[in-house]
């Protein structure tokens, strides 16, 4: 598969752009040139859910911090919690304790519908089971996100969005007529094409092939380093985790440690 065409940047703020341009900026970091900007923060996040046995712990006083344009991988055993965190940050589910930040704003202090609007313009998230509606083909899937956040042109976005990951020619195919790739492939147009802030993204190729799954990675990094999205994902894939900036280990609901890749280390200045 080609890729070809370019994803646009995500708008920014006049801040962030000057601290670019001028690295005027206190602290960043040289061998990336991102700048060390929070966006995405949980303090002290748990959930319990109740079952058979009793109160579970399924994630047990989880802190963290991401900076914009940084890729995040989530890694650990099946049950570790790695889903239900994902979940919670993106605004999909509600913590029993703790508090989530997005940008600025608390989305642990939202109810369902400023959640909900939070995600519309804000957050991509991509299942591991894609998730595309049946009843609708590639283009009007990748549409759908466009529509609900009120946007005009969706669908010239849309097929500009189709394009970059390969798939014009399938603009018009149902889901059940692509195959598992292609319909990943529509999957992350569809978590890209409002250009969010952050993409979450749980084993993005936990159904591909080797090849296929590394053009899927291949994309979601270029995404990355285009429109400046922070990336965070869930995966099994020690290749693919290595290829993000901190990755970080988790077991039984908790974040056991942090780690930093070889090419990821820099000095940063202050
Ligand atoms: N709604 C629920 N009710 C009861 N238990 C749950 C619920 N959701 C998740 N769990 C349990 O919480 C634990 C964490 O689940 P989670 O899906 O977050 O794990 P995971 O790390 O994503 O695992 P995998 O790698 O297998 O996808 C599991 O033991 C699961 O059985
Ligand atoms: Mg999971």
């Known amino acids: 598969m080609t890729i070809t065409g370019e994803f646009p940047a995500r708008p920014q703020s006049g801040k962030r752009d000057g601290n670019r341009n001028t690295h005027a900026n206190n602290k960043y970091d040289l061998k990336r040139m991102k700048t060390f900007e929070s966006v995405l923060k949980a303090q002290q996040l748990s959930k319990q859910v109740t079952s058979p046995g009793g109160l579970l712990t399924i994630l047990d006083r989880v802190d963290l911090e991401i900076n914009q344009g940084e890729s995040v991988a989530i890694v650990g055993v099946s049950g570790a919690g790695k889903t239900t965190l994902l979940g919670l940050l993106a605004g999909l589910d509600v913590p029993s304790e703790g508090k989530i930040w997005l940008r600025d704003e608390e989305i642990t202090a939202m109810d369902e519908d400023g959640r909900a609007a939070l995600r519309a313009n804000h957050v991509g998230f991509v299942f591991q089971s894609f998730h595309l509606i049946s009843s609708l083909t590639a283009l009007e899937n990748v549409m759908l996100p466009l529509e609900l956040s009120g946007a005009k042109h969706a669908s010239d976005i849309a097929l500009r969005a189709l394009q970059n990951v390969g798939l014009e020619a399938r603009r018009g195919h149902y889901p059940n007529q692509l195959s598992g790739g292609e319909k990943q492939r529509v999957a992350i147009a569809r978590a890209f094409v409002i250009k969010p802030t952050v993409l979450f993204a749980d084993e ?57 890749p070889e090419h990821s280390r820099s000095t940063n200045v202050e």
């Open 204 to 260: 993005p190729t936990g159904n591909l092939d080797q090849h296929t799954g590394e053009t899927v990675i291949d994309l979601l990094f270029r995404m990355n380093s285009e429109s400046n999205t922070t990336l965070v994902l869930v995966t099994h894939d020690t290749s693919l985790a290595s290829r993000c900036d901190r990755i970080l280990h988790m077991n039984a609901g908790r974040i056991e440690r942090e780690e930093v």
